[in-house]
């Protein structure tokens, strides 16, 4: 079992900085591969990025690819989401989840963090 807390989120204007942070308990963080999901006002759920049980291997979405970077610390049971030049259209709830593999993964996880808020001002 693995249980994930975000933390974060918050206001921040149009080309702004945040670094939203995954602590997440259990023993098998260190060979999971890890993800970030956002969901906005009315729309579903889309992923963001993900990386893998190393921090070796990473992926992101094309909307968010050259102004985020996920990356973990495995000694310290984290992983963070480093936003930068942000855009109002980068406005949801941002959900950490882990998934049982050592690979990261665009769709299959099997824990989800409650979320944190961001929103992002024109």
């Known amino acids: ?4 807390v975000e933390s974060g989120g ?9 670094r939203l942070s995954c602590a997440a308990s259990g023993r098998t ?9 956002r969901q906005a006002p009315g729309k579903e759920r889309e992923f963001v990025a993900t990386i893998d049980w190393s921090g070796g291997s990473t992926y992101y979405a ?9 990356s973990r610390d495995n000694a ?4 963070y989401l480093q936003m930068n030049s942000l855009k109002p259209e980068d406005t949801a ?8 593999g050592y690979s990261g993964s665009r769709t299959e996880y099997d824990y ?3 979320g944190t808020q961001v929103t992002v001002s024109s």
């Open 93 to 100: 709830v941002y959900y950490c989840a882990a998934r049982q």
């Open 29 to 37: 963080f260190s060979t999971s591969g890890m993800g970030w999901f």
């Open 62 to 70: 094309d909307s968010v690819k050259g102004r985020f970077t996920i």
């Open 112 to 114: 989800w963090g409650q």
């Open 10 to 18: 918050g206001l921040v204007q149009s080309g702004g900085s945040l």
């Open 76 to 79: 310290k049971n984290t992983v």
């Open 1 to 4: 079992q693995v249980q994930l």
